[in-house]
């Protein structure tokens, strides 16, 4: 597992690093689809839902709809996969692939949403899910599934029980040592490796308000070509990736 304590501190630093990039990225991009389409392209639990509920009430059409963009998002996770087990035995990069065909794919909606700023086209929309099911594969294979930047159920969960055992933990050193140990694992708690993951949770959560927040105020301000925006986080995740200190991080998990 990759994010694990098996793992080195630049290790960790690395793929912290790269997943709050992609959750910003995949904020921004939520937002956007949201001001663009009418429709949040992260989410798949609410798309099954409207499959069910639209195939309850005999409309095929919103079957349809509703069942490409789950698709799309499958295929992008397929495509994740499958490039990253191509790539798994190279020394730096090995994440690039994938990083390239969702950066392509992200540019291509926003410049045809540009250049046909009224025109009504639901293949947008599937391109959009397409590179999310492509990054959400990407860093959950990266994470050894211990991380998804896509969505934030499982993210925001995990906050509450963390916080849970934070708590404990700190009451168990002024069990122990009184207010001498209360004080002492408060201000261990920063650095206390057990909680590593909890705080990247914590930068997940806000990465992805920063980049929904953001994407928002661009695409009201200058529409389409706000998706320049995670564009260039996906490029400087790609930059990060071939760099020398790239080299360093562990291979990508199975």
Same mark, same amino acid.
């Given at each position: ?11 960790? #630093? &690395? ?5 709050? $990039?992609?959750?910003?990225?995949? /904020? *921004? +991009?939520?937002? %956007? ?96 899910? #397409? &590179? ?5 594969? $990407?860093?959950?294979?990266?994470? /050894? *599934? +211990?991380?998804? %930047? ?105």
């Amino acid at each position: 597992m990759p994010f694990s304590a098996a793992t080195s501190r630049r290790g960790r #630093f &690395a793929y912290s690093t790269l997943a709050l $990039l992609l959750a910003g990225a995949a /904020g *921004a +991009v939520n937002a %956007t689809s949201f001001f663009a389409f009418g429709q949040h392209t992260t989410h798949m639990t609410g798309h099954v839902a409207a499959v069910g509920e639209a195939a309850a009430r005999g409309q095929w059409d919103g079957v349809l709809m509703a069942g490409r963009l789950v698709l799309a998002f499958v295929l992008g996770a397929i495509t994740a996969a499958a490039l990253l087990d191509a790539s798994r035995h190279r020394h730096r990069g090995r994440h690039t692939p994938a990083l390239f065909v969702e950066t392509v794919t992200l540019g291509a909606v926003g410049l045809w949403a540009h250049e046909h700023p009224d025109a009504d086209e639901p293949t947008l929309m599937w391109g959009l899910s #397409f &590179a999310m099911g492509l990054q959400n594969a $990407l860093v959950t294979r990266v994470s /050894g *599934a +211990v991380v998804r %930047t896509t969505h934030l159920t499982g993210v925001l969960t995990d906050i509450g029980i963390q916080l849970v055992r934070m708590v404990v933990w700190v009451r168990d050193g002024a069990r122990e040592r009184g207010l001498l140990g209360l004080w002492r694992k408060v201000l261990d708690l920063p650095s206390a490796e057990q909680f590593e993951r909890t705080r990247l949770h914590l930068g997940l959560a806000l990465a992805f308000l920063f980049g929904s927040a953001v994407g928002s105020l661009l695409f009201l301000h200058f529409g389409a070509p706000s998706m320049a925006m995670p564009c260039v986080v996906l490029l400087l995740v790609i930059a990060l990736d071939i760099s020398p200190a790239g080299s360093h991080a562990p291979a990508t998990g199975s």
